[in-house]
């Protein structure tokens, strides 16, 4: 969980704390479910949830390059994955655009044509691109320079 702590900058006002949520009294989880009727993502709502200091993860206010880190982390880009195991995105729709559905399709119609298929390569398309932003935004980070405009990190003007 990311928390406000502070009201400083935007980033460095930011706490994470990992919270067991199967333990803890007043977490909810709900699956979100997709159009094609799959689950994958759930909805956490905290109400009126306790989170002791131990559970911190670093210090207070660095929540901001904790997260960044997890999900680099978790979408593959810390280690150089992130590929699909050595396979590019228009490899996997080229497959997918000349492959049954399985070996005992009745139809022996490709793959492609199947909207569970189309949907998965959708996402994973999402992935990738979100992917690049993030490594992106976050090496910049790193190097101290401001987003440019290719990386569409730019903060909002209001």
């Not at 949520?21 to 993502?41: H, N, Q, S, W």
């Not at 997260?67 to 992130?82: C, D, F, K, S, V």
């Not at 009745?106 to 979100?130: F, H, S, Y």
Request: some cysteine; glycine content about 8%.
């Amino acid at each position: 969980m990311v928390t406000r702590t502070s009201n400083d900058h935007k980033y460095n006002g930011l706490t994470y704390f990992i919270v067991p949520i199967a333990d803890t009294k007043g977490v909810t989880v709900r699956p979100l479910i997709k159009i094609t009727g799959e689950t994958g993502f759930n909805e956490v709502l905290f109400e009126d949830v306790v989170v002791p200091d131990k559970i911190r993860v670093d210090e207070i206010g660095k929540g901001w390059t904790v997260a960044m880190t997890t999900l680099l982390y978790e979408r593959g880009a810390a280690e150089g994955a992130g590929s699909g195991g050595g396979i590019s995105l228009d490899e996997r729709i080229a497959r997918a655009r000349s492959a049954s559905r399985s070996a005992a399709s009745a139809t022996g119609k490709p793959a492609w044509e199947d909207a569970i298929i189309r949907d998965r390569v959708a996402q994973l398309a999402i992935r990738v691109e979100g992917m690049r932003q993030v490594h992106r935004a976050h090496a910049r980070r790193v190097a101290d320079r401001p987003p440019d405009a290719a990386c569409r990190c730019r903060p909002r003007s209001r």
